[in-house]
Nanobody, 121 residues
């Protein structure tokens, strides 16, 4: 089970840190990612990180967001936030260990969190 936290409301230019806790399982060895979805929009991949700490970012967040992972938690540090970053943010995990990021994405996403809302005004 993946549980996100850290969302909230912030002014443009501000920062937030999202966390995703893996309950009952480790994050070690798993490729994991953050997605977001704004109302009326399709879900968008934001950032991913694999077991080698290789990372991938969407062009819209590159240079502003940083993804990281320790043995139990996936994090997303978001700086210089913009109103267009407003969305529900979800973490997701590959269900198979030791698979690398390919073409900017994890191979599959077997586990998803419930989401945490980020609002930038």
């Amino acid at each position: 089970q993946l549980v996100e936290s850290g969302g909230g409301s912030v002014q443009a230019g501000g920062s937030l840190r999202l966390s995703c806790a893996a309950s009952g399982r480790t994050t070690t060895g798993y490729c994991m990612a953050w997605f977001r979805q704004a109302p009326g929009e399709e879900r968008e991949a934001v950032a991913a990180i694999d077991f080698e700490a290789t990372t991938s970012y969407s062009d819209s967040v590159k240079g502003r967001f940083t993804i990281s992972k320790d043995s139990n938690t996936l994090s997303l540090h978001m700086n210089s936030l913009k109103p267009e970053d407003t969305a529900m943010y979800y973490c997701a995990s590959d269900g198979t260990r030791w698979r690398k990021i390919t073409n900017g994405s994890c191979s599959a996403y077997s586990f998803w969190g419930q989401g945490t809302q980020v609002t930038v005004s």
